[in-house]
């Protein structure tokens, strides 16, 4: 079974499909996708005698917007009132050789469910069925090492499962891609979380430091009332917040912020700075086009920014935001680091991250 259930915001199955689609023809490898019951997911199947194995292989999770994490389908079940964890040994006896290395057991429910008892279920029953599946010689037994591959259940109602393995290097870090993260109170804004999110996804752990810390500077274009700004300011940067809006006055008497009232689509500091975000609700490739002004100057090292697509033609709308930075930055000679994700955060937007390399 050559197929790869992947996992994305619910409203937008089409987008992931599509780029999913385009992403594997880039590789040489063709497929199509159908929506799964209950939104959020894709079951993405491959129509070219390649494996779902092969294209995991050659395409990077982190090279896809749209997708928050994915799995290797291997084989679905139906499930019984009783005994489902007999039901899934039985099904994965045939698949078996297929899951050396796996040492965990992660159940998933689509993330719109209406049915709290299937959410429940899911919480309590995994930890007796990693038992059977000891037992039954399908697991191995608990390991502390990421570098494992991982077997994943997914459970679309009570009735039926879809059992697969998440390729260890090539998952979210997360299960289902979303990071668990609570407004803090001190936050001015819920939007502090987006920031945070973005630079869990796109910063590797050990570089955290060198990217955050050490009192860097930062500009936060379209910054009231102050979530970005408040997230900058707790990493101990000195922020320049440049929004025409009021700033939350606590956010103010730290001292780390200096508020200037203009456009941030106009405003230009008079040096570079280590950091550039903007949240701005605009034309997204307005804002994209202000990211590599930015970058071209050389005004910034880095860049995390919004970019906010219209409610039809998301993704085509994305692929032109995405030519223009890559030409821009291209053109004016800059070598840079991309990513852009729609991250669990985002509503009607996808958050880009640049870093200069030059």
């Known amino acids: 079974m050559d197929q790869i259930i992947v996992f994305c915001r619910p409203g937008f199955e089409s987008e992931v499909g599509r780029e999913l689609t385009d992403m594997a023809a880039l590789s040489g490898i063709f497929g199509y996708f159908q929506p799964q019951p209950g939104g959020g997911s894709i079951r993405f199947t491959l129509s070219g005698g390649e494996s779902a194995a092969e294209l995991m292989n050659l395409l990077p999770l982190e090279h896809l917007v749209f997708c928050r994490d994915w799995f290797e389908l291997l084989t679905e079940v139906g499930l019984p009132e009783s005994d489902r964890v007999g039901a899934i040994i039985h099904g994965l006896r045939d698949v078996r050789s297929r899951l050396a290395g796996c040492s965990r057991v992660e159940t998933r429910i689509p993330e719109e469910n209406a049915d709290h008892d299937l959410g429940n279920f899911a919480r309590k029953w995994t930890a007796p069925l990693s038992k059977g599946l000891r037992g039954a010689g399908l697991l191995g037994e608990p390991s502390a090492n990421p570098d494992h591959n991982r077997l994943e259940i997914y459970l679309p109602d009570f009735s039926s499962a879809l059992l697969g393995i998440s390729h260890a290097g090539n998952r979210s870090p997360f299960p289902g891609g979303i990071p668990r993260l609570r407004v803090p109170s001190a936050a001015p804004s819920r939007s502090a979380m987006k920031l945070e999110e973005a630079w869990k996804v796109f910063i590797p752990a050990e570089r955290t430091l060198d990217l955050l810390g050490g009192g860097k500077k930062a500009v936060d274009l379209g910054a ?110 800059i070598q840079y680091r991309l990513q852009a994700r729609h991250l669990y955060h985002d509503r009607e937007e996808i958050t880009c991250f640049i870093e200069r390399l030059d």
């Open 224 to 333: 009231a009332p102050g979530g970005w700004t408040w997230q900058l300011v707790k990493y101990g940067m000195l922020v320049t917040a440049i929004d025409n809006g009021p700033m939350e006055p606590d956010l103010m008497a730290s001292g780390h912020v200096e508020h200037i009232e203009a456009d941030g689509f106009r405003w230009r500091p008079h040096r570079s700075v280590d950091w550039m975000v903007c949240d701005i609700v605009d034309q997204p490739r307005k804002t994209a086009r202000l990211a590599v002004d930015w970058f071209a100057d050389r005004l910034c090292r880095y860049s995390v920014f919004n970019l906010k697509l219209p409610m039809k033609k998301r993704y085509e709308e994305w692929l032109l935001c995405r030519q223009i930075i890559t030409e821009g930055l291209s053109e004016a000679g």
